[in-house]
């Protein structure tokens, strides 16, 4: 990991780039293959599935008896390891539910506003190096609680055409409509325009590497809607003396294994701290199975080291990580200012791998600075608002005078007139 220390805020912008590739720099393979998808559907859907997953499949969705045969593949232990996570989840996702609530704005004039579910929405589920089971469980459960009408998941196989058992027993267990075997950036265009096998959806929801990320944006210029620009993961971890180093430095690894584009940060006062961290990092990721792809990770990732509390919260905010860890003697102080994270996670003992997996919350969030702008996947993702009002005849004419004036001076006399004809009938 690179050490910065005390750096001057004028270099805090660079020193806070991620690892990415620009959107400029994707952007044209992307659009070739959309273009090829809209023209060629499923054809094209195979072309790039054999040239990029290694796979030449003639039907793309996943059959009941792979569904079932997954289920058997399963451990009885990871099968409840995941119910344990899946009513967790439920729990935390349901209690976002909001009554209906009336207002009268003034006599006779009553507004409210209903939640309506996204009729068709498409998951995207990564499953390369690490089939990501467990982002169905936090795509799949709120979409099912708010009422999707169809859940159609694309996840890539492997190059003997097959799905990772996880994936299709999560996917069945949380109510997803149906499954394709369809990876990267052809998932992605599927869903957008349709295909002869595949439903296009009104949003795309799900992580994915850089090449996804572009893909999910370039589709909202075709009229979808996407859950956010989700892409690399990444974590900064803001610890002192309080916390151990052999916590801090698993937190780190735990993000760095996700993948070689990863990126994870310290941010600490202390120096001493931060050594023994960056030497327990060193000796953990020796027995990581996946050692090539965090080293790579660790090689983008940084040890900021930090004069006081106000400097640190001033460079994580300008920052906006996905995953937070605060685990200091002034936790209230950071918990209190933070004002641009994905998710946040206090104390000794709260990983950021149980916001991943079976704490409740949703690991589906913003990264690369957009924790700014976007929200993490909630109920409210896979929802749209739609208000009503309804105004009687003593509420038409307390507001009637009001809106005439306005449309007046805006120049719609057509607007004015809506109101005037009804005025007249009222007097």
């Given amino acids: 990991m690179k050490k910065i220390i005390y750096p001057e805020r004028k270099d805090w912008y660079e ?29 094209a859907i195979k072309k790039y599935s054999l040239k990029f997953d290694n796979v030449d499949l003639s039907n793309f969705e996943v059959s009941t008896k792979e569904i079932t045969d997954a289920k058997n593949a399963l451990s009885k232990e990871l099968k409840e390891a995941i119910k344990v996570a ?20 003034s006599p006779g004039v009553i507004c409210w506003q209903e939640k309506r579910a996204i009729e068709k929405v498409g998951l995207y589920i ?19 609680i708010a009422g999707c009408d169809e859940i159609i998941l694309c996840t890539p196989p492997n190059d003997q055409g097959f799905v990772h058992p996880a994936i299709l027993y999560t996917a069945a267990l949380c ?7 369809i990876g990267g950036i052809q998932a992605i265009g599927a869903l957008t325009f349709g295909t002869e096998t595949v439903l296009k959806v009104d949003k795309i929801f799900g992580p994915g590497n850089q090449f996804v990320t572009v893909a999910k944006q370039i589709s909202t210029q075709y009229g979808i809607s996407i859950d956010m620009p989700a892409g690399p993961s990444e974590l900064l971890v803001l ?12 937190d780190l690894l735990s993000q760095a294994e996700h993948g070689t584009d990863s990126q994870v940060i310290l941010v600490s006062k202390d120096k001493d701290f931060a050594l023994k961290v960056e030497i327990e990092v060193n000796n953990q990721i020796q027995k990581l199975p996946r050692k090539n792809i965090a080293e790579k990770a660790i090689e983008n990732s940084k040890i900021i080291i930090v004069q006081n509390n106000q400097e640190a919260i001033d460079l994580i905010n300008l920052y906006a990580p996905e995953h937070f860890i605060i685990c200091t003697e002034d936790n209230d102080f950071f ?20 916001g991943d997996y079976a704490s409740g919350t949703n690991h589906t969030l913003p990264t690369n600075g957009f924790a700014k702008a976007y929200s993490g996947v909630n109920l409210d993702s896979f929802m749209k608002s739609i208000t009503f009002q309804e105004i009687s005849k003593t509420g038409l004419k307390g507001i009637g005078s009001a809106i005439e004036i306005m449309a007046a ?19």
């Fill in 15 to 43: 020193l806070l780039q991620r690892p990415t590739a620009t959107f400029s720099h994707i952007q044209p393979l992307v659009q070739e293959i959309f273009e090829e998808i809209q023209k060629e559907g499923d054809t």
């Fill in 175 to 181: 109510g997803v409509t149906k499954i394709f075997k």
């Fill in 239 to 250: 610890a002192d003396h309080t916390a151990n180093p052999v916590y801090v430095a698993a």
């Fill in 86 to 105: 899946k009513t967790n989840i439920e729990t935390f996702h349901s209690s976002q539910k909001r009554e209906i609530k009336k207002i009268e704005t």
């Fill in 126 to 144: 990564p499953g390369g190096t690490a089939p990501l089971f467990s982002t169905i469980l936090m795509l799949a459960l709120p979409a099912t």
């Fill in 335 to 354: 918990v209190s200012t933070i004002k641009n994270a994905g998710s946040v996670f206090i104390g000794n003992y709260t990983p950021e791998s149980a």
């Fill in 409 to 427: 001076t805006e120049g719609l006399d057509a607007h004015k007139n809506a109101v005037t004809v009804r005025l007249k009938d009222l007097k």
